[in-house]
């Protein structure tokens, strides 16, 4: 009988770090981060969105649109409604009401959340997220600075671009 020799604590580290390998892999992150639009942040920090307390943030927004809006957490994939929708309309931030994605721009992605390939000029403002040890390009709201989601260079044309957006963080409204 072969005696194991992969002591334990490099067993441990390798079974708590196949995840975030399974991550990265399956991502399609570009690695680079910088080959999206200007961030439009800017234009809007003068916005009364700004200025809201995180108690505000807490009274105004469910538990879980909280969390991610505002603490940037994720959704569990295949969890929420929107991702199925397929009614002409526009897609708006849950936390201001910003109409960031017009349904036109919505695909499947497999990826258990709501993807689309392109969004409104000025509506996102984008940042590095060296998270889960890897870099990916994050998204937020430009005018609430709400996080919505990560994109990345796996998305159909004409972009090739994926905006993976977190149902929660978004509310829809039909045409």
């Known amino acids: 009988?072969?005696?194991n020799t992969f002591p334990p604590l490099a067993?441990?580290?390798?079974?708590?770090?196949?995840?975030?390998?399974?991550v990265a892999a399956c991502s399609g992150a570009n690695g680079t981060g910088r080959a999206?639009?200007?961030?439009?942040?800017?234009?809007?920090?003068?916005?009364?969105?700004?200025?809201?307390?995180?108690?505000?943030?807490?009274?105004r927004l469910e538990p879980l649109a909280y969390r991610?809006?505002?603490?940037?957490?994720?959704?569990?994939?295949?969890?929420?409604?929107?991702n199925d929708e397929k009614r002409e309309g526009v897609f708006h931030c849950a936390g201001c009401d910003l109409a960031i994605f017009d349904?036109?721009?919505?695909?499947?992605?497999g990826t258990g959340w709501p993807s689309f390939w392109d969004y409104r000029p000025g509506t996102l403002g984008f940042k590095e997220?060296?998270?889960?040890?890897?870099?990916?390009?994050?998204?937020?709201?430009?005018r609430c600075g709400g996080h919505h989601g990560h994109v990345f260079n796996d998305g159909p044309a004409p972009t090739g671009l994926r905006y993976c957006n977190?149902?929660?963080?978004?509310?829809?409204?039909?045409?």
């Open 1 to 3: 009988m072969m005696k």
């Open 11 to 22: 067993r441990r580290a390798f079974l708590m770090a196949a995840p975030a390998a399974l």
């Open 36 to 59: 999206f639009a200007d961030t439009a942040i800017n234009d809007f920090a003068e916005s009364e969105w700004r200025q809201l307390t995180d108690e505000e943030w807490k009274d």
């Open 68 to 82: 991610v809006l505002r603490k940037e957490a994720t959704e569990r994939a295949f969890t929420s409604p929107l």
């Open 103 to 109: 349904s036109n721009t919505k695909y499947d992605s």
């Open 129 to 142: 997220d060296n998270k889960l040890w890897m870099t990916r390009t994050e998204y937020h709201c430009a």
């Open 166 to 175: 977190n149902g929660v963080a978004l509310t829809f409204k039909p045409a």
